[in-house]
Antibody, heavy 122, light 106 residues
Framework: QVQLQVSGPGLVRPSETLSLTCTVSGASVRSPTHYWSWIRQSPGKGLEWIGYVYYTGSTNYNPSLKSRVTISVDLSTNQFSLNLSSMTTADTAVYFC??????????????WGQGTLVTVSP | IQMTQSPSSVSASVGDRVTITCRASQGISTWLVWYQQKPGEAPKLLVSTASSLQSGVPSRFSGGGSGTDFTLTISSLQPEDFATYFCQQTNMFPFTFGPGTKVDIK
């Protein structure tokens, strides 16, 4: 059974960088058919796709966040991470990590972490 | 690609048939996914490629449509189905979600 666990701070100061890690168990981040993704959810913006990383290190980001986002993968620890710089109150949201299936096309986020609330406040 | 859903909320009773509509701002073939989310939980994948039910999802759920217009139907609403349902297009990056449809108890 695949499990994803998000870890990281719940409070970030404005202008700082958010760093979150997703630990994967029951599956390998080396899977050739899965992409490891970050999604956030806020009352104002709903669900927003942030981006993904592939086990090769290849990434794809939402253009609305691209200048501030870095997603990376660590094969040795079976983890992947999100860094979001220059945080503002607009970035307050629940952040989820998830696994995206690619098999002759994108088939959806089939496993999700529990989500972590990140609040941006002085 | 902008995604819209209707209605934004629906009140229904156990046993009712409920249909939720999702519309894409441009054609996405059948690259449409449906999720169910309960309060305090992560979304759960129900349907991929518009109509393919995920393993373990009850057969009372069905998805349909192609191009720009899609539906998710619950044929006979059960107590555990009261939740919010989201569509997501996976045709073009950035992937985008609909605003959600909340199904609550009448």
């Amino acid at each position: 059974q695949v499990q994803l666990q998000v870890s990281g701070p719940g409070l970030v100061r404005p202008s700082e960088t958010l760093s979150l890690t997703c630990t994967v168990s029951g599956a390998s981040v080396r899977s050739p058919t899965h992409y490891w993704s970050w999604i956030r959810q806020s009352p104002g913006k709903g669900l927003e796709w942030i981006g993904y990383v592939y086990y090769t290190g290849s990434t794809n980001y939402n253009p609305s966040l691209k200048s501030r986002v870095t997603i990376s993968v660590d094969l040795s620890t079976n983890q992947f991470s999100l860094n979001l710089s220059s945080m503002t109150t607009a970035d307050t949201a629940v952040y989820f990590c998830a696994r995206d299936l690619f098999s002759s096309g994108w088939k959806g986020l089939d496993s999700w972490g529990q989500g972590t609330l990140v609040t941006v406040s002085p | 690609i902008q995604m819209t859903q209707s209605p934004s909320s629906v009140s229904a009773s156990v046993g009712d048939r409920v249909t939720i509509t999702c519309r894409a701002s441009q054609g996405i073939s059948t690259w449409l996914v449906w999720y169910q989310q309960k309060p305090g939980e992560a979304p759960k994948l129900l349907v991929s490629t518009a109509s393919s039910l995920q393993s373990g999802v009850p057969s009372r759920f069905s998805g349909g449509g192609s191009g720009t217009d899609f539906t998710l139907t619950i044929s006979s609403l059960q107590p555990e189905d009261f939740a919010t349902y989201f569509c997501q297009q996976t045709n073009m990056f950035p992937f985008t979600f609909g605003p959600g449809t909340k199904v609550d108890i009448k």
